[in-house]
């Protein structure tokens, strides 16, 4: 329940127009917004040419080295620091990276060994390091006031925004004290156990208030998680298999990437100018880093595993070839892994941080042809993702089985100890207005969930925008949709559910893995650097 100090702390800016009315009026407004094909945010115009489409070749991210490996697992180091890159053809960029490079370095792992990241900060503000996906403890979580200082920074948190909880704003300083932040300086090491199904994780900056706009400058890389029972179906593999990290951007005249951040440095003072409260989005789509790549392929079948690091983008991705004809996307795994069975798509939705492993079968597509990877959510240049040249014949043993995994779980409703309800909305806090969960702003201070190791929920999420509600530690699966069955890309064990605009879900979950602090939020990141987080207790 709020308490009086979790609201008049809390000093939001304005949300202007359609959602402060929104949020005033409630569900009707919501619905009515459902009935509009609706983008959840503002796009910012970039000040430099941009390049036509389809001629940088597409960057894989380079695999990291362990520095050592033993029995008990592998132990990894990165370093957080500024680098420049050339994003776009003669552009020069100045990023916030993790080994110097956007994305950052991916890690491959195998399913129950342990991986040790050893994260130095070389940036100029404190960092937080999660795993997205990740089954980890929760001292290795990255929970948004477990900082890791960069030298020279004052101790936390006896300074504004340098603190354990939102900024103060533009108000009186106020420092919102977390007596359990665990603040480190310079180094930590993130342990990750990966006793989990093997999927696509990825790993991106998650500091308190400062989120959206860190992964922006660039604090983003893939972790993938590999296991002996998925390498034994014969999907295509090796260079038939590709990481696709979609992440839109803007830049400015200098050449930098533009954000409207309220605080440039992003120490002080959190949060975006008005029009960019619903989220920021880009006017450049990037796939691992370069602006609409095209990628050489062989006439066979590929397995692209697709990420949307977008910090409020969402897209509707459709394969279309040269002479029109849309390609299947077969997905064969969802947020947390391989489904049942494939699912097939002519369209497919794509939220910010969700993943799909899709097959996609290039071998009925006319040499020296293309198949466009469009979004139907974009308009102009936002239009076109990537493309693929289909650039020779070649040989191709992959299959798609019919069964793909036995391990799913089969959670029932009458499994469920208890029924919890979230609203996810806009709304009035005293002096200004937020994103919310059950009309709350996040403090770390409250208890929100608490749930037992082992307890089966149901979890009710209503929306007024797009939202889409990821869940730290565990995945879930999809019950329903605004009563009825889930969509067909709701399939399999999921990580983060996109509500649409005044929609209701019901997700089923077990809390199991490990005791400790975790949070569930919102991952249109500015919502959640407005205070659209909670935090679950595993008791
Ligand atoms: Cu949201």
């Known amino acids: ?80 620091r500024e680098a420049r890159a050339e994003l776009l053809p003669g552009v020069t960029t100045p990023l916030w ?63 504004p925004g340098h603190g354990s909880g939102h900024g103060s704003g533009h108000g009186a300083p106020h420092v919102m004290h977390d007596p359990r932040a665990v603040v480190t300086r310079l180094t930590r090491d993130y342990t990750f156990p990966l006793d989990q199904r093997a999927t696509l994780l990825w790993y991106h900056d998650h500091r ?57 440095t992003l120490r002080e003072r959190p949060g975006v100018h008005e029009p960019y409260l619903g989220g920021v989005l880009g006017d450049v ?62 369209l497919l939705p794509i939220a910010p941080a969700e993943r799909y492993d899709v097959i996609i079968d290039f071998s009925g597509v006319p040499i020296g042809s293309r198949v466009r990877l469009l979004n139907r959510l974009g308009s102009g240049r936002t239009r076109e993702v990537m493309a693929f040249r289909v650039a020779r014949r ?29 609203s996810f909305r806009a709304g009035r806090l005293h002096g200004g207005h937020g994103w919310l969960i059950g009309g709350l702003p996040f403090d770390p201070a409250r208890s929100d969930v608490t749930t037992r190791l082992g307890d089966v929920e149901v979890w009710r999420l209503i929306a007024d925008v797009h939202h889409p509600i990821h869940l730290h530690l565990v995945g879930f699966q999809v019950l329903s949709r605004s009563g009825r069955p889930p969509l067909p890309h709701d399939a399999g064990l999921k990580d983060t559910i996109s509500l649409r605009p005044g929609e209701a879900a019901e997700i089923i979950t077990r809390f199991d893995g490990y005791r400790g602090r975790y949070l569930f939020h919102c991952h249109n990141a500015e919502h959640e650097d407005m205070a659209m987080m909670a935090n679950l207790e595993i008791i």
């Open 1 to 80: 329940m709020p308490d009086g100090r979790g609201v008049t702390r809390r000093r939001m800016l304005g949300i202007g127009g359609a959602l402060g009315l929104m949020a005033a009026s409630g569900l009707s407004a919501s619905a009515a917004l459902a009935r509009r094909p609706s983008i959840t945010g503002a796009e910012l115009r970039s000040a430099v040419a941009l390049p036509p489409p389809f001629q940088a070749p597409l960057p894989i991210p380079a695999v990291l080295k362990p520095v050592s490996t033993s029995a008990e697992g592998d132990h990894y180091r990165i370093t957080q």
């Open 394 to 422: 070649a040989a191709d043993d992959s299959t798609i089985p019919r069964t793909l995994a036995t391990d799913l779980p089969a959670w029932r409703r009458t499994d469920a100890v208890r029924v919890r309800d979230f």
């Open 208 to 264: 308190m208030d400062f989120t959206a706009p860190a992964i922006w400058r660039g604090l983003a890389g893939l972790h993938i998680v590999r296991d002996d029972a998925e390498d034994a179906l014969g999907l295509p593999a090796g260079p038939r298999e590709l990481p696709l990290m979609i992440a839109d951007r803007a830049f400015a005249a200098d050449g930098s990437l533009a954000y409207p951040s309220l605080d440039p």
């Open 97 to 159: 990276t993790y080994e110097g490079s956007f994305p950052g370095p991916t890690i491959e792992s195998r399913r129950g060994r342990p991986v040790t990241v050893t994260h130095r900060n070389e940036l100029p503000v404190p960092t937080v390091v999660h795993l997205h996906g990740g089954r980890t403890p929760a001292a290795s979580d990255g929970y948004p006031t477990d900082l890791v200082l960069p030298a020279g920074w004052p101790d936390a948190p006896t300074q």
């Open 285 to 346: 789509i990037l796939v691992n880093g370069a602006p609409w790549p095209v990628h050489e392929a062989d006439a066979a079948r590929y397995r692209l595993r697709i990420l949307n690091a977008s910090n409020a983008r969402h897209y509707e991705l459709e394969a279309v070839t040269d002479d029109g004809r849309r390609l299947d996307l077969v997905q064969i795994g969802a947020d947390q892994g391989l489904l049942a069975t494939p699912v097939t798509h002519r």
